[in-house]
């Protein structure tokens, strides 16, 4: 069975930086591109960052660009996300989720239905 826990989540105050962790198991985390999500109160889920399955190519969205580092670490089945200078407007519960790519050809997978599981989310919670 497949699980991804994610946590780290919690209220912080505008500019301060937090770290996200997502922990997987029940699959070959190797074969599969990761990516972080986020869902504010009334808004899609939208891709924040988005990792290949080697960790070798990474991509942001534009409004954390600059701010936010996607990272993993394959022997330890982790995906990680480090907020910096957050903002208002950071606030939302963020997901993480893996997409399977076994054979290493879809890079950074940046949309949600390229993916095949999902974490229970953590909220972050920016206050001014």
């Known amino acids: 069975q497949v699980q991804l826990k994610d946590s780290g989540g919690q209220p912080v105050q505008t500019g301060g930086s937090l770290k996200l962790s997502c922990a997987a198991s029940?699959?070959?985390?190797?074969?599969?591109?990761m990516g972080w999500f986020r869902q504010g109160p009334g808004t899609a889920r939208d891709v924040v960052a988005a990792i290949n399955r080697r960790g070798g190519s990474t991509y942001y969205a534009h409004s954390v660009n600059g701010r936010f580092t996607i990272s993993r670490d394959n022997a330890k089945n982790m995906v990680y996300l480090q907020m910096n200078d957050l903002k208002p407007d950071d606030t939302a519960v963020y997901y993480c989720?893996?997409?399977?790519?076994?054979?290493?050809?879809?890079?950074?997978?940046?949309?949600?239905?390229?993916?095949?599981?999902w974490g229970q989310g953590t909220q972050v919670t920016v206050s001014s």
């Open positions: 029940g699959l070959t985390f190797s074969n599969y591109a």
């Open positions: 989720a893996a997409a399977l790519d076994s054979r290493g050809t879809r890079g950074t997978v940046p949309a949600a239905p390229g993916y095949d599981y």
